[in-house]
């Protein structure tokens, strides 16, 4: 299947869950990033039960804390 993910077109075998998407695509700290699918945010505990559809477009967002 053809996706998106962080705005770059990727071929992918079909039936891929995101928890097993994160580990194809060797995201580190996956307990760390946000998903967002076809603009909406995911929930972590909807990782394991969202199947990557054809076309769907996926962004890992890492947050970021700092200041002074």
């Given at each position: 299947m053809k996706i998106t993910i962080n705005g770059e077109a990727k071929e992918l075998r079909d039936g891929l869950s995101i928890t097993e998407l994160l580990v194809v695509e060797n995201v580190?700290?996956?307990e760390m990033v946000s998903v967002q699918l076809n603009?909406?945010?995911l929930k972590q505990?909807?990782?394991?039960?969202?199947?990557v559809k054809?076309?769907?477009?996926?962004n890992f967002l890492?947050?970021?804390g700092g200041g002074a």
């Open positions: 580190e700290m996956p603009d909406e945010f505990d909807e990782y394991a039960a969202t199947i054809e076309g769907d477009d996926i890492y947050f970021m």
